[in-house]
């Protein structure tokens, strides 16, 4: 009688509509709208060397625990009652997390750590129980993982009781832990390690997900931008750089969506191993999407602020270095599902580093509208290679 409870808890992949996102996945991600907002303000707010290796440590946490899940409702249903129980739990905790950010090296810490360490060991032990008699192999792997995660766990606390320096240095070693796990198969003496052939994923779920949630990504650019505007005198200025912002996540959006997203989900779907090249194609190659992004949004603040600003290094960076992240993390999602790297992404990095050479010459609003130049010149550029050979983005 377990048994069958237990195996009702995964999804029915073979069923019509069975790899579809449901509801309560699309509300679980709205915590991270937040948790978006909150790391671009943090970044804009504290921003320094230090204040950007916080925010980038945090920004690497915030995806984790989001991918991680994302992984386990690709196995876990969220219709039923349990998991239900289980997301709705989690999305709690992402608010206490998200609500922390802005002073987790501050005063709210090991509020942060807590929160985090709590999703990340409780989604996994829950899941080992929930697949324990359906699938073996998955359940060593999400005890493996379980491990793992208990392990890191102990130096996010750790980092949560300590201060300043100290704190960055734990959480580091916490995620470097974390982010070792999939590359090692999560090998634990005496339970050995996980295969990526044992991870069989839904492509079509796991790209929709990711996709899903680069669109509220997309979508806090377009909220920091039009908050902006809204909250400064109209000038000719002010609606230039919105509409420069605009194009920026338009272009964004185009070289995701147009070539990237669904020749992906059909890769996955048609692949011996999906596991490993959801790994490389979400797991990790989204991280500088999902981070060239959040830098971008900084930018557009930076830009609406300082538009006449000439030679500031600092808020040049945010500007080429949010494009620049977002087609590296293009080129290497793109061609890890397709076997090839799109030369139209290589040569818009290429031009973003140029671009360097004339901060000390150009108004920092020029080098806005330059930076979301190069990102069109670099869709028009693959829609003109590929043309109309791949169908328009749609989610299913």
Not at 217 to 245: D, I, K, N, W
Not at 254 to 277: K, V
Request: with cysteine; net charge neutral; charged share 10%.
């Amino acid at each position: 009688m377990a048994g069958t409870t237990v195996r009702n808890w995964l999804r029915a992949k073979s069923s019509p509509g069975g790899n579809k996102v449901t509801f309560l996945e699309l509300f679980f991600d709205l915590v991270f709208v937040f948790s978006i907002s909150q790391l671009s303000h943090a970044l804009a707010a504290h921003y320094s060397l230090l204040g950007a290796a916080e925010a980038a440590l945090m920004t690497f946490a915030v995806w984790w625990v989001w991918i991680f899940t994302a992984w386990v409702t690709n196995w876990l249903d969220p219709e039923k009652m349990p998991v239900r129980a289980m997301l709705i739990v989690l999305m709690l905790l992402g608010l206490v997390l998200s609500s922390s950010i802005p002073e987790a090296f501050g005063d709210k810490g090991l509020l942060f750590a807590g929160a985090y360490v709590l999703m990340q060991v409780g989604r996994s032990v829950f899941t080992a129980y929930a697949v324990r008699q359906s699938s073996h192999s998955n359940y060593l792997n999400f005890t493996r993982i379980s491990i793992w995660l208990a392990v890191s766990g102990v130096f996010w606390i750790a980092g949560g009781l300590l201060e300043h320096e100290a704190r960055l240095i734990a959480w580091v070693i916490a995620l470097a832990i974390e982010y070792a796990g999939p590359a090692s198969g999560f090998f634990v003496p005496g339970l050995g390690k996980s295969s990526t052939a044992d991870w069989d994923v839904s492509g079509a779920h796991m790209a929709e997900r990711c996709a899903l949630f680069i669109i509220i990504c997309l979508g806090e650019a377009v909220l920091v931008s039009g908050r902006t505007f809204s909250e400064m005198p109209f000038s000719p200025m002010t609606g230039l750089v919105l509409v420069t912002s605009f194009a920026s996540t338009v272009a964004m959006w185009w070289l995701y969506f147009r070539f990237g997203h669904e020749r992906a989900a059909h890769r996955i779907e048609h692949d011996a191993t999906p596991g490993n090249l959801a790994r490389q194609a979400f797991t990790y190659a989204h991280i500088p999407i999902l981070a060239g992004i959040i830098v971008d949004a900084v930018a557009v603040e930076f830009i609406f602020s300082h538009p006449h600003e000439v030679g500031d290094l600092g808020i040049a960076a945010t500007i080429l270095g949010g494009s620049g992240l977002f087609l590296a993390g293009n080129l290497w999602f793109k061609g890890a599902t397709s076997g090839k790297a799109p030369l139209s992404h290589l040569a818009g990095i290429v031009l973003l580093i140029l671009l360097t050479f004339l901060v000390p010459a150009v108004e920092i609003y020029v080098m806005g509208i330059l930076a979301a130049l190069v990102l069109v010149i670099v869709a028009a550029w693959e829609y003109r290679s590929l043309g109309s050979a791949a169908p328009a983005p749609t989610l299913h």
